[in-house]
């Protein structure tokens, strides 16, 4: 069975600063993908980015980027110029290729951004 | 505008009582599926659909059921077997081409069994 792990419950950061968010998973599997999905306050689930595991090349959107590293099965979260409206819960997801993009969640992040 | 509706935003019902949860998506999607979030748990998946008339357990299927009569509707039921089900449910739909889609996902459904 695959799993997902945050480690971190809650973080807070500064507006303007950098921060990361932690994300490992466990699989047996070769071929998938990893998602970040950010839930605000409103509880609407919201794609942030995403990486394919065949792609060494770490994902980029704008402020968001990922730090892959397939080896060590983790992938973390990083958040450039941090906004407010970035304070929401975060969650790591994974999906096995070809299993009709099922996704197996992480237990999620709590993020504050504070003046 | 394209997307997904979720009904009510808001539920409540009396222990031992079915409910039935509205999923609606106009996306032409192919693939439905149903999560449940508990505080601190993250989202599981309770059933998910690839196409009209089939769907498939996921993780947490137990007192649950759903139907798949229409592309654009996957409506679920939370029967009195389930033991538990006050939660937070959402619907997510995708494509189902390719290796692996993006899922979008609606506002969601906080039901609440008193």
């Known amino acids: 069975a695959q799993t997902v792990t945050q480690s971190q419950p809650e973080m807070s950061v500064q507006e303007a600063e950098t921060v990361t968010l932690s994300c490992t998973y466990d699989?047996?599997?070769?071929?998938?993908?990893l998602f970040w999905y950010k839930q605000p306050p409103s509880r609407q689930m919201i794609l942030v980015i995403r990486q394919e595991a065949y792609k060494q090349q770490n994902a980029t959107e704008n402020r968001f980027s990922v730090n892959f590293q397939k080896a060590a099965k983790s992938f973390s979260l990083k958040i450039s110029d941090s906004q407010l409206g970035d304070t929401a819960m975060y969650f790591c997801a994974f999906t096995i290729t070809g299993t009709a993009s099922k996704l197996t969640f992480g237990t999620g992040t709590r993020l504050q951004v504070t003046l | 505008d394209g997307g997904i509706t979720q009904s009510p935003k808001y539920l409540f019902r009396k222990e031992g009582q079915n409910v039935t949860l509205s999923c609606e998506q106009n996306l032409n999607h192919d693939a439905m599926y149903w999560y449940r979030q508990d505080p601190g748990q993250g989202l599981r998946l309770i059933y998910y659909?690839?196409?009209?008339?089939?769907?498939q357990k996921g993780d947490i299927a137990e007192g649950y059921s759903v139907s798949r009569e229409k592309k654009e509707s996957f409506p679920l039921t939370v029967t009195s077997a389930q033991k538990n089900p006050t939660a937070f449910y959402l619907c997510a739909s995708s494509m189902d081409r390719g290796p692996v889609n993006e899922q979008f996902f609606g506002p969601g459904t906080r039901l609440t069994v008193l």
């Open positions: 659909s690839q196409i009209v008339n089939d769907f």
């Open positions: 699989t047996s599997e070769n071929n998938y993908y």
